[in-house]
Each structure stands twice: as C-alpha cells, then as structure tokens.
C-alpha cells in the first residue's frame, strides 16, 4: 500500500476512507454471520430434523470458539501485525462459510460453524485494534463512531438478509453470502491499509490458557443446553463443575504466566474493569433477545422468515444514522450518561415486545406492537454502542489496543454464549418447544423481563461506577491555544531563517550526492522515509539535517546495529531498521 504514518491517518483522507472501508467489511462478516443464523434457525431445524439443543449449538458453536480464542487473536495481531493477522481471519473465515453451506447434516454445520468462530477470532479484534492505531487521536471517536454503525449494521441487517435468502434461494445461501466481502476485503486491506503491531509485544503466546478458557467455557455451555432434557443429572453436575474448575485453573495460570493471555495488569484500569462488566450484562441480554425475537416472530406471530427480517430493520436504520453522532456527543459529555441511558431505553424495548402475541401479521399489528419495540431497542443500541467501545479503548494504551479489544469482545460473546445456552433452561423451554407455537409463546414471555433485566443491571452500574475523562473542555482550549502559539513561532523562526538556511539545505543535499558517488553510507533525512512510522513535525525534520554532519557517531551506529531512531521506530510492515528521520 501507499506509504502512511500509523496514529496520524485523518477519517476524510482518501486512506483513512480505505480504513474505514475494510475494518467495516471484515467486522461486517462476523457480526452478519452472529446474527443472520438466528432467522434461519427454523427452517435449518425442520431441514435437518433438529431438536432446540441442536439449534442453541448452531449458534452456541460459532460463538465458543469466538469467544474462547479472541484473546490469542488479539494477541497474534499485536505480535505478528495487525493487518496480516486480519487478513488471515478473513480468508479462514469465508472458508469455514462454504463448509456450513454445504453441511449435508447438523453435525457438520457445527463444526463449520466452530470453525467460523476461529477466524472470527482472528478478524475481529484485528478491525477495532487497526482503527486504534491507524487514526489520529482527534478522529479515533468518529472512527470508532463509524465502525461501530457501519459494522453494526451488519449485525442488524442479518435477519433481513437472512430472511430473504431464507425465503428464496434457501438458509445454505445465509453462509454462502459472506465469500464476495471477503473477495472484496483482502485486496484491499493489502493494498491500502497500513501495518501495525506493538513493539513490546515478545515471549511465548499463552496456548494453555486459550485451551483453558475454551474447555471451560464449553463445558459450561454443555451444561446449560443438556439441563433440560436430563434434568438434575450426574452428566449435567459433572460437566458443570469441571467447567467452573477450568475457569479457576483460568484465572490461577493467567496470573502467574510470565506472558497471560488475559494479563491482570490490565484489568489496574478501573474504567475498563467495569465497562468491560457493562459489556457483560448488555450483550447477554441482547444475545438473548436476538436469538428468541427472530423465532418468536415465526412460530408465534406467524411472520415469514423475510417478514421478521423486515420487522427488525428499524434497528439497522437508526445505528446507520445515529452511531457515529454518538460517538461523537460521548466524546464530548463522557460515557457515564449514555452508558447508563442506553441500557434502559434498550430495556423499554424488549419489554414491549411482550405485546407481540398469536396471530396473522398485519400492517397495523406490526405498527403498534413491534414497530415501538424494535425501534426503542435501536435508540438504545445507538446511545450505548460506539461509547461503551471507544471507553474500552481510551481506558488503555494504543499499545494494548487489540488485547484490550479482544477481551471487551471475548466478554460480549462469552455473554451472548452464555445467555443463548441459559435462556431457554430458565425460561422452561423444552426441546421440542420452537416447533409448538403456544408454549414458545409462554417462555418468551418469561424471558424478555430476564433480558430487560440484565440492561437495567448494566445501567445501574454505568451509573455508580464510570467516571468521565477528567479533561475538560477549558483544558482543551488552553491546550489548543498553546499548540497554536507553539505553531506560530516556529513558523516566524522558519521564515527568519531564510536564504542562509535554504542555502545550507541545498549545499547538504549536493554533499549527500557526492558522498553516495563516493560510495559512502549516510542516513538519508526526510520527514517521512516511506516506512510506516510515527510523524514527525517538518521542524524536526530540518533540524535532523544537522546531524549527519558528524560521520563518526553515526558510522558507529550502524556498524553495531542500532537503529537510528531506538526502538520501536520499525512499526511498519517487515520491520525495516528505519524512522520518519532517517533512511537506508
């Protein structure tokens, strides 16, 4: 790709626009695929003669993987570069899509589907991590504002999509539609989107501890979907138990590895310790919703497949237009308020969707009973989404940003995992209970106030324990206003230099090429040397011209090694030994 600084690409510039374009596109992947699954559901069940355990692990298996394995993801993209690992997701990921396409059975689309959830892991911390170190500080909120309701909209469109390939060509062609983003996706990101990693990154990576937290999470998982057909059993107990054990060797390994997957230290942050708690009970509750709305407008309201795709749509829409304004607006007041607001508008929704009952879908059904719902729990989602994501990431280093990335997501599917595979056990559901239209009924009754539940949970502790950046907007003009001056006397400094220093630019220049004739090795001094590399103001740049005048210290530079700019300069792709200063 065209050579660009990382930490200083600008939302309106032609790269930042490319950014933008493939993190929305890769994360659009997975975020379409967790959610278009659930209007097919119904119509995979009857194609395969599969019971509800089947269904709940169709979606459960994606999610396992996803949730367990995001960590390392993260990790990899942090180590290895962010774009690479990227890309790597991408290409595993429309792999595994043709395979649940072409699942002759229910067993084979739950592997594909696990598979899945292993290049989700690879890709989705890899978008929100590219955008953290691509974009300016001052364009990272609109960023983020932009992914969260672009990308989002592939969450929310799924069951539309869904619907209608459902209704038409069939479900297969719901895993089959994510091949041309991913044709799309690669070239692109190749070519236009800039490399990062963290340079701090180093030891082994923590493979005992992403088996760890998949296995527990698995077994807990398995617990959940078995309860109801074997009751109190001694395979239920079992399973239960070893799950919880795992997850304690969990926590007990991540704290004394020397490199955890999951290190403590950056859970020293108070501000993400409790977003990523708020993301725990925001995204059970809407994992929940999802997977029973989509079922409850088929079976119970008599919806097809496209009809309840359709009469979700009002969400998509209002996170297309609102999301990156909200942002913006957290930015500028804090996250507590729209942290603690957002759940409960959500909530509102869900609980209006208790209206939604028994019989024919009509147009002035659909306006007084669904409509309200779908579109409250949109105006929550926009208030809540793009803030709760950008805290997370202004809560840690740029450095970390893909760790921090990958456990505020793990955290978000570990709890849509958890509440897809609880849900039906706390609200009575039996295995045959999506097939019977009066009992799905009943148990979607019980457990919408279970989901609203969790939003207002989330809420109360958006309230009492997230705190607003302290820098206030007087501190920002002061800050601005000395930058400012700053910028002014350099330029009056520039301006008095005048010919005595365009003079000596150009006799340095013509000593550069004498030497380069003469065979000797010199630093060549640019602003930007074409290596992805933090930026450098043009002062700087001039004022580094001075120092290849003095051979010796430099020689000696390179003949032990060292890079001229110290460590971390080489933050671009194949790790070149140069800086935004100097260049081979």
């Given at each position: 790709m065209?050579d660009a600084?990382?930490?200083?690409i600008?939302?309106?510039s ?12 890769g994360?659009s992947?997975?975020?379409l ?8 559901l119904?119509r995979i069940?009857?194609?395969l ?8 692990w169709t979606?459960?298996a ?17 180590r290895?570069?962010?774009?690479r690992?990227?890309v ?15 699942a002759?059975?229910a067993?084979?689309?739950i592997?594909?589907?696990a598979?899945?959830?292993i290049g989700?892991a ?10 953290q ?6 364009d ?6 932009l992914w ?7 969450a ?6 869904g ?7 069939g ?9 041309p983003?991913a ?6 990101a ?5 490399e ?26 398995y617990a ?10 001694g ?10 054990a795992?997850?304690v ?6 704290r004394?590895?020397r490199?955890?997957?999951l290190?403590?230290?950056?859970f020293?942050?108070?501000q ?7 993301t ?15 079922i409850?407008?088929q079976?119970?309201a ?5 009809g309840a795709?359709?009469?979700l ?24 308020v ?22 024919a879908p009509?147009?002035?059904a ?5 409509l309200p ?9 926009v208030?809540l989404?793009a803030p709760?994501?950008?805290t997370v990431?202004a809560?840690v280093?740029?450095?970390r940003?893909?760790?921090?990335s990958?456990?505020n ?7 849509g995992?958890?509440a897809v595979?609880?849900l ?10 999506y097939?019977n239209?009066e009992e ?8 919408m ?8 949970l989330?809420s109360?502790?958006a309230?009492?324990?997230v705190?607003n ?19 002014e006397k ?8 005048g ?6 630019r150009?006799?340095l220049r013509?000593?550069r090429?004498r030497e ?6 010199r ?5 930007h040397?074409?290596i992805?590399?933090?930026p ?5 740049g ?11 210290p430099l020689r ?6 060292e ?20 260049s081979a």
């Amino acid at each position: 790709m065209p050579d660009a600084e990382t930490g200083a690409i600008r939302v309106a510039s032609p790269v930042g626009r490319w950014v933008v374009l493939t993190t929305v596109l890769g994360s659009s992947m997975a975020l379409l695929d967790s959610t278009v699954i659930n209007v097919a559901l119904p119509r995979i069940g009857k194609d395969l003669g599969t019971d509800l355990a089947a269904l709940q692990w169709t979606v459960n298996a994606y999610m396992l993987t996803l949730a367990g394995l995001i960590l390392l993801g993260g990790a990899l993209g942090d180590r290895f570069g962010r774009r690479r690992v990227f890309v790597v997701g991408i290409v595993w990921f429309a792999a595994a899509s043709v395979m649940c396409g072409v699942a002759p059975n229910a067993a084979v689309l739950i592997t594909a589907r696990a598979l899945q959830g292993i290049g989700g892991a690879l890709l989705t911390p890899g978008s929100l991590a590219l955008i953290q170190a691509s974009f300016h500080p001052d364009d990272r909120a609109r960023a983020v504002g932009l992914w969260s309701g672009f990308g989002g909209i592939g969450a929310a469109v799924g069951p539309f999509i869904g619907g209608w390939l459902v209704d038409g060509p069939g479900w297969r062609w719901v895993f089959l539609l994510n091949v041309p983003p991913a044709a799309i996706c690669v070239p692109v990101a190749l070519r236009h989107v800039p490399e990062s990693r963290d340079p701090h990154a180093h030891g082994r990576f923590d493979v005992l501890g992403a088996v760890l937290a998949a296995f527990a999470l698995a077994l807990v998982t398995y617990a959940l979907i078995e309860a109801p057909g074997r009751g109190v059993s001694g395979v239920v107990i079992g399973t239960a138990a070893a799950g919880i054990a795992l997850g304690v060797a969990f926590v007990r390994v991540e704290r004394r590895r020397r490199n955890p997957m999951l290190p403590p230290s950056v859970f020293a942050s108070r501000q993400f310790t409790v977003v990523n708690i708020i993301t725990l009970c925001v995204y059970a509750a809407l994992g929940g919703f999802f997977f029973l709305a989509a079922i409850q407008l088929q079976v119970v309201a008599g919806y097809s497949a496209l009809g309840a795709g359709t009469a979700l749509l009002p969400t998509t829409l209002l996170m297309l237009v609102f999301s990156a304004s909200s942002g913006e607006l957290g930015q500028r007041i804090g996250p507590r308020v729209p942290l603690a607001t957002g759940p409960l508008i959500a909530a509102a929704g869900m609980l209006l969707m208790l209206r939604v009952g028994p019989g024919a879908p009509s147009v002035s059904a659909y306006l007084t009973d669904v409509l309200p719902a779908v579109a409250l729990l949109g105006a929550g989602m926009v208030t809540l989404v793009a803030p709760l994501t950008a805290t997370v990431l202004a809560s840690v280093d740029t450095a970390r940003a893909g760790l921090a990335s990958g456990i505020n997501n793990a955290a978000a599917r570990a709890a849509g995992l958890i509440a897809v595979a609880a849900l039906p056990l706390l609200a009575g559901m039996g295995p045959d209970a999506y097939r019977n239209a009066e009992e799905f009924a009943v148990t979607f009754r019980r457990a919408m106030p279970m989901c609203a539940g969790l939003l207002v949970l989330g809420s109360l502790i958006a309230w009492a324990a997230v705190r607003n950046p302290p820098v206030r907007a007087a501190e920002l003009e002061e800050e601005a206003v000395k930058e400012g001056e700053k910028e002014e006397k350099a330029e009056k400094e520039e301006k008095e230099e005048g010919a005595r220093g365009k003079a000596r630019r150009v006799g340095l220049r013509k000593l550069r090429r004498r030497e380069r004739q003469e065979g000797r090795l010199r630093p060549e001094c640019t602003v930007h040397c074409g290596i992805v590399a933090p930026p450098l103001e043009p002062a700087r740049g001039e004022a580094a011209c001075d120092e290849p005048l003095r051979d010796e210290p430099l020689r000696d530079g390179f003949a032990r090694g060292e890079r001229p700019g110290g460590p971390g300069s080489a933050g671009g792709a194949g790790g070149a030994g140069s800086t935004g200063r100097y260049s081979a």
